[in-house]
């Protein structure tokens, strides 16, 4: 039995905030040595975007997973800061989905990621996952 795939159309937005904190700065979590928003935080908000966009849509049993991602962190953020990721879904191609994300703290462009997802079959995911 194949998966029904859901029509998602390109132009789908969502956005997500982050007041940063110590526990997402570059020396928290080991990808640099300065008290600023770490780039694995910055992938990890703009992942929260693209799963948003989509959520109020996706019918039950289906899911999506990150397949690929490229980030341009552009600036620093501080402690305190606050962020919005807004993600918008630019492009379908069956079960791969394409997003463009952009990170703000006020006016500073933060970073700007694409994201791309693949939609699949929840259950049968983790059974794989698991080595069912």
Do not use: C, N, W, Y
Request: aromatic share 4%; net charge negative.
């Amino acid at each position: 039995m194949t998966m029904e795939l859901p029509e998602f159309a390109p132009g789908l937005t969502a956005r997500v905030e982050l007041t940063v904190t110590d526990a997402d700065t570059a020396q928290s979590l080991g990808s640099g040595d300065v008290p600023v928003l770490g780039t694995p935080r910055v992938l990890a908000l703009a992942e929260a975007a693209t799963v948003a966009t989509t959520a109020r849509l996706i019918p039950g049993g289906v899911t999506t997973v990150g397949s690929r991602a490229e980030i341009e962190h552009r600036a620093p953020t501080p402690l305190g800061h606050r962020v919005i990721a807004q993600a918008t879904l630019t492009k379908v191609d069956g079960r791969k989905l394409f997003f463009e994300i952009q990170i703000h703290d006020g006016d500073t462009l933060v970073a700007e990621v694409r994201v791309e997802r693949i939609l699949l079959d929840r259950q049968k995911f983790i059974a794989r996952a698991l080595g069912d």
